[in-house]
């Protein structure tokens, strides 16, 4: 039978490593489909959303680093890939989205289901290309999938289902090397300039992100030799944190004051491996040094007065040997015991009174960092879950969050689990949902019984949208259209075929969580959480609340519904 462009594509997926491809099939689709149906290493997984396929492909492709697919039928089918393909974008994964397109005939008439892929995804992809004749197979797919690997991040072919059907022209796949791994450092003049502008000062911090993975070693010498705290970014914060004998937490709104002031009052800051987006959080008088593997990236966030293009572990293992051991650790002393008070601030908010209510989602989070297994992959819902996460889950190199820390999209917990759970079916997988961000997505619960996956969503219901709730108050405006009328949401699970479990009471929270997580199967439990866990200051006037918005974004939340911790430089005298 002579080889179809369709089974040509498979192939070349194949040939690549691809082993599925996430998505919601229609008759645009059906080469594609059919192709797969026939082969033994190659997996449909049929989700309810193709925005769950977007984003359970960027969970795939962030935990194993390599190239993920999802795919959506002409129009409205791959339109909803879109949201989940800004995520995988600004989380910098290789996703590769195949927008099945309308017969190519007719192309430009206005057909049913008819739209412009190349427009829709040209801002959420790096290569955006249609495939309108069968010549263009497999070079097209083949730049599209170099282009999301190298550059890390979303390719999409739009491929009519005409042409898929119609013969290959070319036989087999035209590339067969495997995926470079260039070490990319800056040069030595460049290295040598750091070393002594480090070596000649005393105060230093350093802001670690996600561009640390794999430097864990070089990071932690890097530190000791400087007596520099580590503050993280969110994203890097399964890549930092875990022993960590220099960490100081996070910065930022959601993050530790000991973060913020190891950052506001360090002589040098050097980041590594990040994008920390607010510039409100950054030193105004510090020297400030930034290497990232992109140049671009420089200077993006704040000033910058040292640039240098180089991968963090390339670059950290030719910067050491030129380093002197900084013989003053006030600094770092101060900021690691700044740490350890904030930290238990923090623990402390995390306990559950027997018989009183309400329940903390501070204790719920603590529970299941505690219950959960060594290796764990969580996922946290944009909204106060993400919050918990940052705060209360606990990594330990093998444990692994994701989230959509970049993107701030809602509703993305579930969908990454499907796609860590699809990835990984021997790892326990914890998708910490909101209320709100679990409806938006729900359909997709089903997914979990379609394919057995054993995901455990903990569902913090709140019956509101929290976070902008809190944001509205933040700002001076009377909370508006949070309100959430909720299900059971144990019993739409017990009716979708999941295990369902009610928590009402702290004293409940436990036993609850923890069989939810010995359950073979998948296992939703929803535990009735405090709505507001961090209001207003009860201090703050109505005329001080006018520029709250302001201030806020300049100060970290206590976490204690109290207070907000002012963090200007003049108030240091801790
Ligand atoms: C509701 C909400 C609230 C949030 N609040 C906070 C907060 O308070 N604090 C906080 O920290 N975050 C917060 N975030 C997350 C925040 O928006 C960013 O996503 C996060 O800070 C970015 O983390 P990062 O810098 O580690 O990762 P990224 O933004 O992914 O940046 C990684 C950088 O590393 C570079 N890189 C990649 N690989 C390498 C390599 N091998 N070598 C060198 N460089 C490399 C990349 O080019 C990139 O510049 C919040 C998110 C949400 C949704
Ligand atoms: C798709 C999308 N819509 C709206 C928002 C704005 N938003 C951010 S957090 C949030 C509330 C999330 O509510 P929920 O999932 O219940 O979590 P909670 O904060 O209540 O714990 C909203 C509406 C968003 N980030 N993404
Ligand atoms: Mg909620």
Redesign the pocket.
Known sequence: MAKKVADLLVEVLAQAGVQRIYGVTGDSLNGITDSLRSRSDFEWIHVRHEETAAFAAGADAHLTGKLAVCAGSCGPGNLHLINGLYDCQR??VPVLAIAAQIPSAEIGSGYFQETDPKHLFAQCSHYCELVSNAEQMPRVLEIAMQTAISQRGVAVIALPGDVALGDAVEREPRLRFPVPQPTVCPSEDEINTLADLLNRSKRITILG???C?GAHAELIELAGKLQAPIVH????KEFIEYDNPFDVG??????FSSGYHAMMNCDVLLM???????QQFFPKDATIVQ????GE?LGRRTKVDYGLI????TTLRSLLPKLEQNQDDAHLRRSVEHYRKARKGLDELATGNPGKKPIHPQYVTRVVDQLASEDAIFTCD??TP?IWA?RYLTMNGKRRLL????H?SMANALPQAIGAQITYPGRQVISISGDGGLAMLMGDLLTLKQHDLPVKTIVLRNDSLA?VELEMKASGFVDFGTDLRNPEFATIAEGAGILGLKAETPEQVEPMIAQGLKHDGPALVEVLVSRQELSMPPTITLEQAKGFGLFMAKAVLSGRGDEIIDLARVNLLR
């Open positions: 989380n910098r992100g996600a561009g993975a970014a969110m994203r890097g996070m910065t930022g709104l959601l993050g590594l491996g990040t994008d920390f987006p607010y290497i990232d593997l992109r990236q180089g991968d963090t572990k944009v909204g993400t940052a989230g959509s820390f970049n701030g976070f």
